[in-house]
């Protein structure tokens, strides 16, 4: 089983910036890509960014420009810096693990990012 535990979140203004921390553990081996999704109230949880071991990383056009993923392969963790925050950026954040072609069914709790206009 893996444990996902995610930090950083709170309230910002728009324009704001937030860092974002995920640490993974357990039964972790075989780790082919991090990655960090979002769901916002009412909608389905989305893929926002998630970056391979070899560090190449894949955005979704709506955060493009302004967040930026990275890792820490010796600690497990992922990171997600999100600048240029608009309100539409509002959601709980959830790390996740790419592994054996497949991102992962175990979930963190997640951190609260809400942006305020």
């Known amino acids: 089983q893996v444990q996902l535990v995610e930090s950083g979140g709170g309230l910002v203004q728009a324009g704001g910036s937030l860092r974002l921390s995920c640490a993974a553990s357990?039964?972790?081996?075989?780790?082919?890509?991090m990655g960090w999704y979002r769901q916002a109230p009412g909608k389905q949880r989305e893929l926002v960014t998630f970056?391979?071991?070899?560090?190449?990383?894949t955005y979704a056009d709506f955060v493009k420009g302004r967040f930026t993923i990275s890792r820490d392969n010796a600690k497990n963790t992922v990171y997600l810096q999100m600048n240029s925050l608009k309100p539409e950026d509002t959601a709980v954040y959830y790390c996740?693990?790419?592994?054996?072609?497949?991102?992962?069914?175990?979930w963190g709790q997640g951190t609260q990012v809400t942006v305020s206009s």
């Open positions: 970056i391979t071991s070899g560090g190449s990383t």
């Open positions: 357990g039964s972790i081996s075989s780790i082919n890509a």
């Open positions: 996740n693990l790419f592994r054996n072609a497949a991102w992962g069914t175990d």
